[in-house]
């Protein structure tokens, strides 16, 4: 027996808006739906999740999910929650763009076209490049009046927006394409739903009304609400700017660590919106989270579940074990197997000094490791009290003053970690 998708989204606060008739609509029969992606660049970043969750739900609901890539759209710019207009993409970008993104996908939907209800990937370039500018405004246009265009929040927040410079012609006409592309795939491909943020609900039922108005059928719509944090700041930033699906943009640590990092209060609402657990599991999480808070166990879950999903069992059990390494618990062989772009991910920040490597090769002294060729500590007596005071190791392994460092102990064939105390970290570059 499928679930039903809506009450699927409901329990999960995974809605915000549906046309009265969607959930009777969708308990009749397997049908079609789809979610417009942005193509401005050859990886979604975590601001994506939702729409891609949204997806995945449907069609393990047993319906068939359509990903339509912007091609035509991403030539023009949505308005939706914009104060300016974006660059405009040529085409070989976007078809670079389109391969990274179904590749994404592909991670959370079933592309392969065993199953009837198997997914789709679409581009509306396909369809809108072959229309010239007097067939849209004839065919298109005249079954939209200005008024109706004018009456969506997308445009009247853009053009009372002390902000904003106005809205193009370009810009203005979006709606119509994007309710244009609910059309065709409503005649090609039995689309009968379109879905997205809260943010498109206008564009979204200017697709039904040409549906009902050209069509002489019945399209129905449904959103998700826009995610925030609890404390104010944006969903889907860190310090670096986006958070990326792609790992050569957002390593899997990093990836994994923003979701580590997310408050009690966000991780017991994130938890339901970007994972597949069951309603039993995730309040039996919520239960044991609410009486050992410190333990952290809604974040170490979330960000297991999410970053298995986006990455790979490996790249989790890779990016736990550098956390490892920042917080102590790890060991020298721990160290030795961090891939170098992982290791200079979890030391970021740290002071670092350069040696020459044929010194490392010939012996380093502790002394020279700590004062002379780094100035990592102010004076060689300093170095030795240290080290006389057993508060110095290298690797995360104690050493006593007589420890000489050679080319064994680098990582990565590159690097050593100094620490003295809990606190001081270093980190020895051999060049």
């Not at 499928?2 to 959930?23: I, Y």
């Not at 601001?47 to 739900?57: C, K, Y």
């Not at 999910?65 to 085409?91: C, F, H, W």
């Not at 399209?219 to 944090?229: C, D, E, M, R, W």
Request: overall charge negative; hydrophobic content about 35%.
């Amino acid at each position: 027996m499928a679930k039903n998708f809506v009450e699927e989204l409901q329990w999960r606060g995974m809605l915000h808006d549906v046309m009265p008739g969607t959930e009777e609509h969708l308990a009749e029969e397997m049908r079609s739906a789809y979610i417009g992606f942005d193509p401005t660049s050859d990886s979604l970043h975590i601001g994506s999740m939702v729409p891609i969750m949204i997806l995945a739900h449907f069609q393990r609901c047993g319906h068939k999910p359509y990903a339509l890539v912007g091609g035509a759209t991403g030539m023009i710019g949505d308005p939706s929650g914009k104060s300016q207009e974006r660059n405009l993409l040529d085409e070989e970008s976007l078809n670079k763009n389109q391969e990274g993104i179904k590749k994404q996908l592909s991670k959370f939907l079933d592309f392969s076209g065993k199953e009837e209800n198997g997914a789709v990937l679409v581009n509306n370039y396909d369809w809108m490049k072959e229309f010239s500018f007097l067939e849209f405004i004839r065919d298109v246009g005249k079954h939209i009046t200005v008024n109706y265009m004018m009456s969506k929040d997308s445009v009247k927040k853009r053009l009372s927006s002390e902000s904003s410079e106005g809205m193009s012609f370009t810009e203005f006409t979006y709606q119509l394409v994007q309710g244009y592309d609910f059309l065709h795939l409503y005649n090609a491909e039995k689309c009968t739903l379109q879905m997205g943020g809260s943010d498109q609900w206008g564009n979204i039922t200017t697709g039904t009304e040409l549906i009902r108005r050209i069509g002489g059928g019945k399209g129905f719509a449904l959103t998700s609400p826009l995610i925030t944090k609890a404390d104010g700041s944006k969903f889907g930033k860190s310090e670096g700017g986006n958070v990326w699906l792609d790992p050569e943009r957002t390593s899997p640590y990093k990836f994994y660590q923003y979701w580590i990092n997310t408050s009690d209060e966000d991780a017991e609402k994130f938890i339901k919106i970007f994972t597949f657990l069951e309603k039993e599991e995730i309040e039996s999480l919520i239960a044991e989270h609410a009486e050992a808070p410190h333990a952290r166990v809604l974040q170490k879950r979330l960000a297991e579940e999410i970053t298995e999903m986006v990455h790979s069992k490996e790249e989790l059990d890779n990016a736990i074990k550098a956390s490892h390494v920042l917080f102590g618990k790890s060991t020298a062989e721990d160290l030795k197997s961090l891939d170098e772009k992982t290791f200079l991910d979890v030391f970021e920040g740290v002071p670092q000094a350069d040696v020459e490597k044929s010194k490392v090769e010939a012996g380093l002294d502790m002394i020279a490791a700590l004062a002379v060729e780094t100035n990592f500590l102010a004076s060689n007596g300093e170095a030795r009290r240290a080290l006389k005071e057993n508060s110095v190791s290298v690797n995360k392994e104690k050493v006593k003053e007589d420890y000489t460092i050679t080319a064994e102990d680098l990582i990565s064939g590159k690097y050593i970690i100094i620490n003295k105390g809990k606190k001081n970290t270093y980190i020895i570059r051999a060049v």
